[in-house]
């Protein structure tokens, strides 16, 4: 008789039959995105494809360290992994593909469809991210890739940092300021001590400047530093924030910028309230600290959250710390690493979606030469079909599954022991921050990590799907979190109703700039 280990492990398996494929969401150079219908739980999700994974071993790398880093970084608003399909072999295997929670839209959607925002919209929406920014920089993670198409958004405000491609982690025994030379983020939000090199020095400030052009741009409309190349942006962030001070320039590593920025006229920065002349003065206040010139002017996370702007939403029991990413887990990241070594990496962190596989890959019982019977080649006609379709404008649904499963009599053991028979349209009201402990609870105990396919998201105004409510942070795991040191409101609470009630978002006019200029 079977054990019930085995029995788990062929029901675990050939997972794929759960997903429904329903529609292609999202399109890039990695693969294709689909919207499915999990139907083990009525839960909309996106299935992102990655194609020919190991072709380049520096873009299997990046695919590894950002599904390990959302496996690690758990937090309301960071999405979610929520599965990974096993693949039908272990030592062969090219495509993955990798199940996300489903949101409808992202924050460039979001600005460029809506011109009627309130100021409880841009406050709400800045909070999520500092506080999703917090949870990051404490886990010794730099993001380094902000901005507004990298944030995904559901009509009920809610916001999730997504796309970790580019994050590095910053180990405890190196200094804070850390040198990277591969640093190739969009150049809109890109910080001034990173303009014009690709040899820079920077600390987490870097992810503050990119939050601050990121508010910015909520409360016009458009990008604030559309630069059109390295010189372009200096001249524009100058315009706006005056010629920096000769120790600022002489920290700028790039010998080609900083005499460029020393042979400058100079210029009177503008007033922000001259910039933005409808906006919170206390906002306004919070932005010049955010978009500091010297990178030791900004804010923390953790200090942007106490400024006084959040007085009415913020609550440091809903603000929790992380604990810091450990250097085993990105040891790969120390040494040159072959294709082969990538290959088993990622299968590892596969198999953290699979915890019977994970055991006995632990325990060196598994048998690695096994072809194990999965959903996988039908996966891969159905996105075929998709990506065929996708271009002619088609929405027809792909064709369905011929078999639920392999019949039970013909799956063998390797002992030869036979089977067993046996549109973003909804109300803007919805837009508060309620207080839900008990998932927050879960959300902090567990391991598994968030994450969000680039590029994943529904076209303009189409409602694709929705997902679970937002909740809040608890207060149980408190002694986990970090206090913090600055003085907050006593009365942190927030307001149920604090976001007035607002229609679906509307169309923002077409002159809108977009960011074919980016980099």
Not at 131 to 146: C, E, P, Q, S
Not at 325 to 339: A, G, H, P, Q, W
């Amino acid at each position: 008789m079977q054990s019930l280990s085995e029995m788990d492990f062929f029901t675990e398996y050939g997972e794929g039959n759960r997903y429904k494929i329903e529609e292609v969401i999202g399109k890039g150079s990695y693969g294709v995105v689909c919207s499915a219908l999990d139907t083990h739980t009525g839960d909309k999700v996106a299935i992102k494809k990655i194609n020919d994974i190991f072709e380049h071993v520096s873009d299997a790398t990046r695919i590894l360290r950002e599904i390990k880093l959302l496996r690690l970084l758990r937090h309301p608003d960071i999405v979610e992994i929520k599965h990974i399909l096993l693949p039908p072999s272990r030592r062969e295997f090219k495509d993955i593909y990798v199940v996300f929670e489903l949101m409808e839209s992202d924050l460039h959607q979001v600005i460029k469809a809506n011109d009627d925002l309130t100021p409880e919209h841009y406050q709400f929406f800045l909070y999520q991210l500092l506080r999703g920014l917090k949870y990051i920089h404490t886990a010794n993670v730099f993001h380094r890739d902000l901005k507004p198409k990298n944030i995904l958004a559901n009509a009920d405000c809610k916001l999730k940092i997504c796309d970790f491609g580019l994050a590095r982690v910053a180990f405890s025994d190196t200094p804070t300021a850390i040198f990277w030379t591969d640093y190739v983020a969009t150049r809109w939000y890109r910080a001034p001590e990173l303009c014009g090199s690709f040899f820079s020095k920077y600390t987490p400030a870097i992810d503050i400047w990119s939050i601050g052009c990121i508010f910015a741009e909520l409360l016009t409309g458009k990008p604030l530093f559309p630069g059109k190349n390295v010189v372009h942006q200096l001249d524009i962030i100058t315009d706006l924030l005056g010629t920096p001070s000769t120790e600022a320039i002489s920290r700028i590593r790039n010998e080609k910028a900083r005499r460029y920025l020393s042979s400058m006229r100079w210029k009177k920065p503008i007033p922000f309230t001259q910039k933005f002349p409808n906006a919170d003065p206390l906002a306004l206040r919070l932005l010049e600290r955010m978009l500091s010139f010297e990178p030791k002017d900004r804010p923390n996370a953790e200090e942007a959250l106490a400024d006084p702007y959040f007085r009415n939403i913020a609550n440091v029991d809903r603000e929790p710390s992380a604990q810091p990413v450990t250097k085993l887990e990105f040891d790969f990241e120390r040494r040159r690493i072959t294709k082969e070594d990538i290959r088993e990496l990622i299968y590892r962190e596969i198999l953290e979606y699979h915890p019977n596989m994970l055991r006995e890959y632990l325990e060196g019982t598994e048998s690695a030469g096994f072809m194990y019977p999965s959903a996988v080649e039908h996966f891969k006609k159905q996105f075929a079909y998709l990506e065929e379709h996708y271009a002619k404008g088609s929405t027809a649904a792909p064709p369905e599954r011929q078999h639920n499963s392999l019949p039970r009599p013909s799956v063998l053991y390797s002992d030869n022991r036979p089977q067993s028979t046996a549109n973003i349209t909804e109300d803007l009201s919805k837009c508060v921050l309620k207080d839900n402990t008990q998932e927050m609870q879960q959300a902090s105990a567990s391991v598994s990590a968030n994450g969000v396919p680039q590029g994943g998201v529904a076209r303009p105004g189409k409602v694709v799907g929705s997902v679970l409510r937002y909740g809040n942070c608890s207060t149980s795991t408190a002694e986990q979190y970090e206090h913090r040191q600055a003085v907050r409101n006593p009365n942190p609470a927030l307001a149920t109703n604090s976001v007035s009630p607002r229609g679906s978002y509307p169309r923002r006019s077409p002159s809108c700039k977009t960011e074919t200029g980016e980099s």
